[in-house]
């Protein structure tokens, strides 16, 4: 069987797998979830883990060997030490019934409308440089196989956009839910969490561990033919500071992470009792990157980029039903993020951009809550195709010229800018909302 056709008969049935996961678990959500509830909710966490996290990081470690240490540091920091921080943010999204990180702003706020929407519109901003991330990472995936696979990656790039779109609108927009919960959709993302983790880890230890002696030989290797040297060596600990204080903000600020572990969470004692789970996992996550990174630097042509180096390398070593696994683990890592993210921001767009309009119109108080509500999801299908295609766009104009981490910079340099008025809700129950526009 041709590359291209292996290739897409596992990306659309992952996908379909992934929905009929989410499916069984809307219907029989207690029959999977008894004895491991916590566990499901600590690993749909991970969905902060996207393509950035799966192929980017070894990217960045290539360039800079320890560049890559604040995407894992910063979330795991978070919960190790400043858990009563998240805990205080849980208790008022439980009392307040929050729907989004925009309602939890407005809400401290004299619930302003005007200021809900004005975060909606720094997370949609925020959000499509993220969602053109993914895009690029999965078309990157298909070339790593055969670079005559793609003769027109603005084309393969629109069809995987409006795939991941019609796969949201099925995931997330069969009715619609006042809480705003999902537990069949938080079960398969639970699920493509521990699909992109053993990818990641099967590849570092065959690679590691087969071909080479271990992680020891990989080093002693690099440093015999100078890849490991002062220029690529990240040593300048005020800078990873500063960035890990960046990604701790970008992590608190970021919709689908708010939305996963704040509205998902229908249980007080979930997030107590999943503590370290999560920091478990990035731990395992960031586990072979910095010698996956020096391994690709020895053994692959100086013309692939960092990016594809974890696919590349089983692929270029023989293992290609490895290969096979490190691309769907990278699709996992895509379309978990994609869906999450498009729900949630077509959630906000609806509740805080189109639903104070059909108020003020009166156009709620004519309908029944039937037609209500099929508006309103109708609304939300419209809003996540919207969003695909103008992830699509962006990813049109920067896809030549820029890895997967400065793609996802800019997405955490937009999001940050909500941290302010984050703080200041959790803290200040009665805030002028005239100090968050200045």
Request: glycine fraction near 8%; aromatic fraction near 14%; hydrophobic fraction near 55%.
């Amino acid at each position: 069987m041709e590359y291209g056709a292996m290739l897409t008969i596992i990306s659309v049935g992952y996908i379909g797998l992934l929905f009929l996961v989410a499916w069984l678990g809307d219907r029989h959500f207690n029959l999977f979830s008894q004895g491991t509830k916590h566990t499901i909710y600590g690993l749909s966490l991970a969905v902060y883990c996207s393509s950035w996290s799966f192929l980017g990081t070894v990217g960045m470690s290539v360039d800079n060997l320890w560049s890559f240490v604040p995407i894992y540091l910063a979330p795991i920091l978070l919960f190790v030490l400043f858990f009563p921080l998240l805990q205080r943010i849980l208790k008022i999204t439980r009392e307040l019934k929050i729907t989004s990180i925009a309602d939890f702003i407005a809400s401290r706020y004299g619930k302003s409308q005007g200021l809900a929407a004005t975060i909606t519109l720094i997370a949609v901003v925020g959000t499509l440089p993220y969602f053109a991330l993914q895009l690029k990472a999965i078309v990157n995936s298909f070339f790593v196989f055969d670079g005559n696979l793609i003769q027109d990656p603005m084309a393969l790039g629109l069809l995987i956009a409006v795939i991941l779109g019609v796969f949201t609108i099925l995931f997330g927009t069969r009715k619609l839910d006042a809480t705003e919960h999902h537990p069949g959709l938080m079960l398969a993302i639970a699920f493509e969490s521990l699909v992109k983790l053993g990818a990641f880890l099967l590849i570092g230890i065959v690679v590691c561990f087969s071909y080479f002696n271990g992680v020891g030989d990989i080093w002693q290797q690099a440093s015999q033919n100078d890849i490991i040297n002062h220029e690529n060596s990240f040593t300048n600990w005020f800078t990873l500071f500063s960035q890990t204080l960046v990604m701790m903000a970008a992590f608190l600020c970021m919709p689908r992470e708010f939305h996963t572990m704040m509205v998902e969470c229908d249980d007080s004692l979930d997030i107590k009792r999943t503590r370290w789970i999560f920091p478990s996992y990035l731990l395992l996550a960031g586990l072979f990157v910095m010698p996956l990174a020096l391994a690709g630097k020895l053994l692959l042509d100086p013309s692939i980029s960092g990016d594809d180096y974890v696919i590349s390398l089983p692929f270029t070593l023989g293992y290609d039903a490895l290969a096979y696994f490190g691309f769907l683990g990278a699709v996992s890592a895509a379309t978990g993020m994609v869906i999450v993210a498009a729900l949630t921001i077509s959630i906000m767009v609806s509740n805080e951009w189109v639903v104070p309009v059909l108020l003020r119109t009166g156009t709620i108080e004519q309908r029944s809550f039937s037609r209500f509500s099929s508006s309103i999801l109708n609304i939300r299908r419209v809003v996540i195709l919207i969003l695909m295609g103008l992830a699509w766009a962006f990813y049109s104009l920067v896809h030549d010229n820029n890895s997967l981490a400065n793609m996802g910079k800019i997405s955490f340099g937009v999001f940050v800018q909500i941290l302010p008025s984050l703080i200041g809700a959790i803290y200040w129950k009665h805030g002028n909302k005239k100090g968050v526009y200045l």
